[in-house]
């Protein structure tokens, strides 16, 4: 789904920028120990205005970086920002059929883009595929509580249906043995972090 008018003001607002580059970006380096594993290909699902992608790229270390969003106005501003950088591809796209080989990278991260993905347990399998194994996975997710709510309703367009919390969450993460939960924290009820591994030797 795309952002609403409403939302995309709030993601680009100052405060929201401000967040990301101060509480977010501490949050997800500590979820990593030091030293934080090589990452040679990156996958960032819902660039939004591109905020994510340096955080992929400058802390992280990913040495090329991809990046889809179902907006296509994300994406030609996200292409604008970056115009010089040789490492970035960006493609507009859908989470729950992901364009791309399996196995293809060692990174791939969520920053609040599954609670607009009707089918985000697609989007998980469909993770789980392009995933090298042993390769990682971000998750920083909104969960029902946060938007299924007359005042969210109100301002937001999200998806009402098929919506998680984070023991929902982390159930699908580690259905069939998939994923390895390596750390996970939540604000209860509303959002959570999740760093996960692609257990080894899964294809």
Request: proline share 4%.
């Amino acid at each position: 789904m795309q952002l609403n008018r409403f939302e995309k003001s709030i993601v680009r607002h100052p405060l929201r920028l401000w967040l990301q580059r101060q509480l977010e970006r501490r949050m997800l380096l500590k979820l990593f120990a030091k030293p934080l594993p090589a990452f040679s290909r990156a996958l960032e699902i819902g660039c939004g205005f591109g905020e994510g992608i340096a955080l992929v790229r400058q802390d992280l270390g990913a040495e090329e970086v991809w990046a889809l969003d179902f907006d296509f106005d994300m994406v030609s501003h996200c292409a604008g920002r970056y115009s010089d950088q040789n490492w970035l591809h960006l493609c507009q796209g859908d989470g729950s059929t992901l364009p791309f080989a399996d196995s293809q990278f060692d990174l791939v991260v969520d920053f609040a883009a599954f609670h607009h993905i009707p089918d985000w347990q697609q989007a998980v399998a469909e993770v789980h595929r392009v995933l090298r194994p042993g390769g990682y996975f971000v998750m920083e997710e909104l969960y029902r509580v946060a938007i299924c709510n007359p005042l969210s309703r109100r301002l937001f367009e999200h998806p009402q249906e098929n919506r998680f919390n984070h023991a929902e969450l982390l159930a699908v993460l580690e259905d069939t043995g998939n994923f390895e939960i390596i750390r996970q924290h939540q604000l209860p009820a509303l959002a959570g972090i999740i760093l996960a591994r692609k257990t080894a030797g899964k294809a």
